[in-house]
């Protein structure tokens, strides 16, 4: 596998909750790659955790950071990052993601609505209905996140482990099916 990857860097995107930090943690394990977390370069560079961000300087300038950083996190090889579920909304961003190979976590809103009921973190989720505001960042959202190379769909049951084990099943031919549209443009 990491022959085929050849160092390509591996993004992680999807709506909060997907567990794109727990996954990511362990793809890293099994690749031999670093892992990065983008909310957590972001908190290291300001020194401050991401919803102090949010009320202090604002969503504006929270996503400029946010774009900065990965940058940054873009130019190294053989990194698995996890990113912010709204890394995906700046055009600018894709020009880095599509240097690496994309996937996207994706999950039922039922679910995240489970998952992040006692979440006090995440600034775009407080003091609102959880279901109807997940329900409108996702339908937001959503045509972002398909333009992943990847979609990996989370059930209920399953365990950061049999997540791995299918996104290490697709990796291979995505990658071939990549390398023929790559040398099918290039022919003449
Ligand atoms: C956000 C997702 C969060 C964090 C910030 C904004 C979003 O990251 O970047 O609260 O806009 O969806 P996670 O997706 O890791 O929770």
């Known amino acids: 596998m990491q022959e085929l990857l050849g160092g390509t860097n591996i993004f992680l995107i999807g709506m909060m909750g997907t567990g794109k930090t727990t996954v990511g943690k362990l793809l890293a394990q099994e690749l031999g790659y670093r892992f990065f977390d983008t909310d957590v370069l972001i908190e290291r560079v300001t020194q401050q955790p991401i919803d102090k961000i949010f009320t202090s300087i604002g969503e504006k300038n929270f996503r400029q950071i946010e774009s900065q950083?990965?940058?940054?996190?873009?130019?190294?090889?053989?990194?698995?990052?996890?990113?912010?579920?709204?890394?995906v909304l700046r055009s600018q961003n894709w020009s880095h993601l599509r240097h690496g190979l994309i996937i996207w976590l994706d999950a039922s809103v039922e679910l995240l609505t489970a998952r992040l009921a006692n979440d006090y973190?995440?600034?775009?989720?407080?003091?609102?209905?959880?279901t109807s505001r997940l329900n409108s960042l996702f339908e937001q959202r959503r045509s972002l996140y398909t333009q992943g190379d990847l979609r990996i769909f989370i059930n209920e049951n399953d365990t950061p482990e049999m997540l791995i084990t299918r996104i290490l099943a697709k990796i291979p031919s995505k990658i071939i099916s990549s390398f023929e549209v790559y040398k099918n443009k290039n022919k003449n």
């Not at 950083?69 to 890394?87: N, Q």
């Open 69 to 87: 950083v990965l940058m940054e996190v873009a130019a190294c090889t053989k990194s698995v990052i996890a990113t912010g579920g709204g890394i």
């Open 121 to 130: 973190t995440r600034p775009l989720l407080q003091k609102t209905d959880l």
